[in-house]
């Protein structure tokens, strides 16, 4: 049969990929929902052989309780989360014009030959932050995005059930259009991926969680900055974006503690960011995420801008692990050659070895 040759079996995957490509408008909560599978698998895995049940049925356990703990954190937090955004809503205008107003001394600008007060130019930045990011406020556009949210997260939701029950099978049936002579290399090759992005994903969520839970306490207790809550999930969730979140978080809290404290809380906010951002690099990293993930920086940065051209935020997120897939694709397709083997004389000392050291990237 036609479809049993190998042209035929590959014409099939590169048909399948380019399905997704042209859906990829439709793909952010599959691929959240992918992650959130692939970090829980193990601990399904794991379940599953100590306890002899079928793992169908504690997968769906694994499931309940992820579910009943994100409603929960909701129910506990969505309340202060949704007086913080309504409060971040009526007073951002307010908090623009105060840091403007802090910087030029309340003295008028001079720009292009016209001069402004500092509040009339607080205003205008305003007026541009909200043609940029949008009117949340607008009723027709918060109902467009409340049914848009509230519809990608029962996507994620449903597609997290089957990917943990299922989702360890789909593998098994790609691989079925893989012709037979290339299913070892595929097989392989998988395999080391799989090991470096389940690590790399669950240390990252790890972090995401960790960055938050210590952010909010500084944020909170330590300064008393407004829309505490909201600044440390943002913080906990650039930070998984490679040299760029890390900078915009640092820079959102900085900006609103100027304007509650002027200069001294902002860079007391400053050093706080850069004391826990080399905390994070030098202890938190290599014990959560270890070296699993080796990418030179100027391919991360690369990868980082290719990823928010092709897919935004998510494309951002998803860079560095998808570059480090394809390092393993290169490596295995072509290794680097061993070095030739040195003859040693009786007496002699062999010649020392250089290490080279290899980078972490986050």
Known sequence: MIFGTSVSKWLV????????WVARGVLPPFIIAAILAYVLNPLVDELADRSGAPRRLVAFGVFLVVLVAIGGLLWLAGARLNAELRALEREGPSIIESVVEKLTGGANIDLLGQSTSSRDLGRRLDVALRDELGTPSQAIQAVSVGFELLLGLVLVF??????LMDGHTFFRYVLRFVPLDHRAHIERISDEIHRVLGRYLRGQLLLICLMSIVTFSILEWGFHLPYALWVAILTGLLEIIPLIGPIAAGAIACTIGFAQGGAPQAAELAIVYFVLRQVEDQLVMPIVVGRAVHVHPLVTIFAVLTGERIGGVLGMI?????????KVVLDYAYPQPKPPRRIELPGQAPPPTERVPEVATH
Request: net charge neutral; hydrophobic share 85%; glycine share 0%.
């Open 13 to 20: 995957l590169a048909a399948l990929v380019t399905l997704l």
């Open 158 to 163: 449903l597609s997290l059930a089957y990917m």
């Open 318 to 326: 998803l860079a560095v692990p998808i570059a480090a897939a394809i």
